[in-house]
């Protein structure tokens, strides 16, 4: 059982680090490091929103209260999850891969549009959290 603090911390830390691995000399098995890690924090973020999201407490409760913003788009809840992510790994490998100061730039647009959404999300299912009235009932 690992301690709530490093708990808590490792899907920050894997995607981190995987990002830090990718500004070092590209090769192989550097690529392949940054990825399996890349993979492993946003699969754990992932799983773990899934279980504390307090909006599925809520939509399950009162049904009418409730339509998330992605239920608007035709895309499969996987992708919408993975979005975030998606958007932070390729922008750290145009950062890696790309010589060109644009590509740079692009990159590091990408990685900031990644952590925003990531941020949004996190802040819209933290504050859908069920009062306890609505817990009751």
Known sequence: MLPKPVYELLPYLCIL????????????????SATLLFLAGSRAWILRSKHRRFDRVRALLDPDSLIPHH????LPSYIYECLPFAYMAIGWCSV???????????????????GLVWRARYFHRMRMRPTTTMAIV
């Open 71 to 74: 239920r608007n788009i035709v």
């Open 96 to 114: 890696a891969m790309i010589d060109a100061a644009a590509g740079r730039v692009f990159g590091v647009l990408l990685v900031g549009l990644g």
């Open 17 to 32: 680090f995987a990002g830090i691995i990718l500004t070092l000399p590209v090769n192989p098995t550097l690529l392949g």
